[in-house]
């Protein structure tokens, strides 16, 4: 009787253990679809959406001689937003993924006069040349939830 009770309780274990897993390699599998969704959307974009709800600038620093880091700045939101994703792309070649936020993980807020003032993307791109002659055209999609509504907005700039 009691072994019977143990391979029971293990049995439920085990499915309640491979229910997990199986969630969580769907949710990644989904996580994945949405990159690369946005990707997609990002490629095919080449101008800005008119109404931006945030400040959004790209910094360019030389760290090594042949790279070069770049940081997507997003802050001083006109009003709270919430459940955002984040993606930013560039035109050139890299082996590094594009960086993200919200995706792969929890969602980001961001709040009017709160802290965290802001949210930040960094890359990195590979360039031995000057850094006065660099250009890059960086691409960012910004997906948030305002008054219970989804937006999409693209920033799009060209050095």
Not at 89 to 105: A, V
Request: one cysteine or more; glycine letters at 4%.
């Amino acid at each position: 009787m009691k072994l019977r009770k143990i391979l029971i309780i293990i049995t439920f274990i085990l499915f309640i253990t491979g229910c997990k897993v199986v969630k969580k390699e769907t949710n990644l599998e989904h996580e994945k679809q949405t990159y690369q969704k946005y990707v997609k959307e990002l490629k095919q974009r080449n101008y800005s959406s008119d109404d931006i709800p945030f400040d959004i600038d790209v910094v360019y620093d030389r760290i090594t001689e042949d790279e070069v880091r770049y940081q997507v700045i997003i802050d001083n939101p006109k009003y709270d937003l919430s459940s955002l994703q984040v993606i930013a792309i560039h035109n050139k070649q890299t082996d590094d993924i594009f960086p993200s936020l919200g995706i792969f993980e929890e969602k980001k807020s961001l709040y009017r006069g709160k802290k965290p003032e802001g949210l930040v993307l960094v890359g990195y791109i590979p360039y031995d040349g000057k850094l006065s002659n660099f250009k890059c055209k960086m691409k960012v999609l910004v997906k948030y939830t305002y008054k219970e509504q989804t937006h999409t907005v693209f920033f799009v700039k060209e050095d």
